[in-house]
Structures are given as C-alpha cells and as structure tokens.
C-alpha cells in the first residue's frame, strides 16, 4: 500500500504540468508514509516471534536495529548471537519450545 502511494504521486509529479517546487513536495510527501510503513514491518518483523542461532540453536528477540541493519533472505537474518557471540542465518521461528 505505502508502495502505491509512493508510485501513485511520483508519476503525477512527473507526467502532470505543474511547478518544479510542487514536483518536489509531492515526492517528498510520498516518501514519508512509505519510510513510516517500512519502519512498521520492520518492528513488526522484529517482535513477532523469535530467531533461532543457527550455530547454537538459542532463540531470542534481537533488538530492532540489528533487525534493521542484518543481510536478509525472506525471514532468515545473518545476525550475531547474543549467547554464543557468532555470526550465522538465523532463521524466524513462532514458538521458543
């Protein structure tokens, strides 16, 4: 949806006919529901369930700027552990059994 918007006001800023200030201040108004949106998922992402180590096997919530910042494939995260202090995928599990 923020992606929509982003596109939608990004494409009107560039085919309609109006004032270069006002191109700008419509792209600069479609980034900030899309950054607001992208922050959302990401502590959503953060919060919902755990990450297992995948050296060590503990599960832990890390903290939203290790979220942020770990390379990524889907749900699985190249973090450090905060038990065994290595680097690994660490992939998103619901449950800590």
Known sequence: MVSAILLSLVFVAS???MEDWLRVLLIVI????????I???????????YYECGKCGHKYVPTYSNVL?????????YMKCPNCNK?????KVISKK
Not at 30 to 37: A, D, K, L, N, Q
Not at 69 to 77: G, K, L, S, Y
Request: proline share 3%; charged share 20%; no cysteine.
């Open 87 to 91: 680097k690994s995928w660490q992939k």
């Open 39 to 49: 922050a959302w998922a990401i502590r959503i992402e953060q919060k919902a369930g």
């Open 30 to 37: 479609g980034f900030i529901p899309f950054i607001i949106g």
């Open 69 to 77: 910042w770990a390379m990524h494939m889907m749900r699985t995260r």
């Open 15 to 17: 085919y309609v006919q």
